[in-house]
C-alpha cells in the first residue's frame, strides 16, 4: 500500500470512529454469498469433503476453534464486518446461530467449491448461488417475521451485500475438467460465468440489494497448489492462470458498470483483491512476511480441506509470517492487509 493510500486508510477509519461512537453499526447488516474465501461454516452441514471444521483450521480464532473457516484465523470478511462497527459476524445460515435477533444484522449464505458455473457446486456438493438465492428468500421473510415488515425492508434496502465467486470455477472445475477446458478457451468460459454473474446480481437486486460489493478473482496463478500443480518452475507463477483472471475481472468491471447504469439506484462496486494479494506474493517481505510460496498448513502445495490435518507435515509454527495458510487460502494476517484494501475500496457503499 503506497503512501497516499494508508492516508486515506487513516481518515477513512477516523471517519469510521467517529461514526460508530455511538455503537451502532455504519449499515444495518451485512449479507454474505460466495465460495470459500468467505465461507464461515455452512459446509460443516453439507455432505461434502470441502470442509474446514477441525485443527488446524482456527487454531488463532476465537477460542482456539476451527469453524469452517479456512483459515488460521478471522476471513477478510470478518475484519470488513469489524470494520463496519459489528461486534459479531454474520452467522452462517445452516448453523443454529443462524436464527432469533442474531439474525437482524446480517447472515452468511457462502459455501466453500461453490461458484458461478452451475456444475462447479454439483461436483462438490456445495451450495450452488442459486441455492444461495433461495436461502436469502427464506431469510428475508424470517427477518419480517422478527422485525416486522417496515423494519425488515429498511434491513434488506440499507444492508451491505458481499459477493465472492469464480475461484472454484477456474481451479476446481475448468483448469482439471478436459469437458470444460476442451469445449471452451478460458476467454469463452469466462464469458459464461460473468453472464451467471450478472444474471445473480439482477436477482439480488430485485429481491432488495442495492449496495453490492463483487471481489474480482485473486492472482490464482501464485496460489500454493496452482503453481506445484500446473507450474514447470514449481517457484514460480502460472502466468496463463494470472492473465485469465486479469481478462475476467476486466469483464467484471466492465459488466458491473453496465449493470449500475441498467438498475436504477444500484450501488454495486467491484473490490479488487488481485493486486493487493500479488503484491503480498511478489514482495512479501514489505508487508513483515517471510515466506509467499509455501503455504502454513503441511507442505503448504496442494493441502485444502481434509489434506491439511492436524497429521500435516510441517505445519508452522507461527502462521502471521505466511501470506497462505493452505494450497489456496491466505493466512489471518495476509486477510487483515486485504481488508483494509477492501475498505478503501469500498467507501463508496457506506457513504
Not at 455511538?22 to 444495518?28: A, I, Y
Not at 465461507?39 to 483450521?57: A, C, E
Not at 507442505?299 to 505445519?315: D, H, M, Q, R, Y
Request: glycine share 6%; proline share 5%; net charge neutral.
Amino acid at each position: 500500500m503506497d503512501f497516499s493510500a494508508s492516508i486515506f486508510l487513516v481518515i477513512v477509519s477516523s471517519m469510521m470512529l467517529l461514526y460508530s461512537a455511538n455503537s451502532q453499526p455504519l449499515v444495518p447488516a451485512m449479507i454474505i454469498f460466495g465460495d470459500s474465501v468467505v465461507d464461515v461454516g455452512n459446509n460443516n452441514n453439507l455432505y461434502t469433503i470441502v470442509k474446514s471444521n477441525f485443527p488446524p483450521y482456527g487454531r488463532d480464532f476465537a477460542n482456539h476453534k476451527p469453524t469452517g473457516r479456512f483459515c488460521n484465523g478471522k476471513l477478510a470478511s470478518d475484519f470488513t464486518a469489524e470494520n463496519l462497527g459489528f461486534t459479531s459476524y454474520p452467522p452462517a445460515y445452516l448453523s443454529k446461530k443462524a436464527n432469533g435477533k442474531n439474525l437482524l444484522t446480517g447472515v452468511n449464505f457462502a459455501s466453500a467449491s461453490s461458484g458461478y458455473y452451475y456444475t462447479t457446486p454439483k461436483l462438490y456438493h456445495a451450495i450452488s448461488l442459486d441455492q444461495q438465492l433461495e436461502y436469502f428468500k427464506e431469510y428475508k421473510n424470517k427477518l419480517v417475521g422478527i422485525a416486522g415488515t417496515s423494519n425488515a425492508s429498511t434491513i434488506i434496502s440499507g444492508a451491505i451485500y458481499l459477493v465472492s465467486g469464480g475461484s472454484s470455477d477456474f481451479i476446481q472445475n475448468y483448469y482439471i475438467n478436459p469437458l470444460l477446458y476442451k469445449a471452451y478457451t478460458p476467454d469463452q468460459f469466462s464469458d459464461i460465468l460473468i453472464q451467471s454473474f450478472s444474471k445473480f446480481i439482477q436477482n439480488l437486486y430485485n429481491l432488495g440489494a442495492r449496495r453490492i460489493g463483487v471481489t474480482t478473482l485473486p492472482p490464482t496463478g501464485c496460489v500454493p497448489a496452482a503453481i506445484t500443480i500446473f507450474s514447470s518452475n514449481h517457484n514460480e507463477c502460472v502466468d496463463r492462470f494470472n492473465n485469465d483472471a486479469v481478462s475476467f475481472n476486466n469483464k467484471l468491471n466492465a459488466t458491473s458498470q453496465s449493470l449500475v447504469k441498467k438498475l436504477s439506484g444500484l450501488n454495486l462496486v467491484v473490490l479488487d483483491i488481485y493486486q493487493p494479494l500479488l503484491d503480498l506474493i511478489t514482495h512479501p517481505e514489505n508487508n513483515g512476511f517471510a515466506e509467499a510460496r509455501r503455504a502454513c498448513c503441511g507442505t503448504g502445495l496442494v493441502e485444502t480441506a481434509i489434506l491439511c490435518n492436524p497429521k500435516s507435515v510441517g505445519t508452522c509454527s507461527n502462521a502471521s509470517e505466511y501470506v497462505f495458510w493452505d494450497g489456496f487460502h491466505p493466512t489471518e494476517a495476509a486477510n487483515k492487509i486485504l481488508a483494509d484494501d477492501l475498505l478503501t475500496a469500498g467507501i463508496s457503499l457506506i457513504s
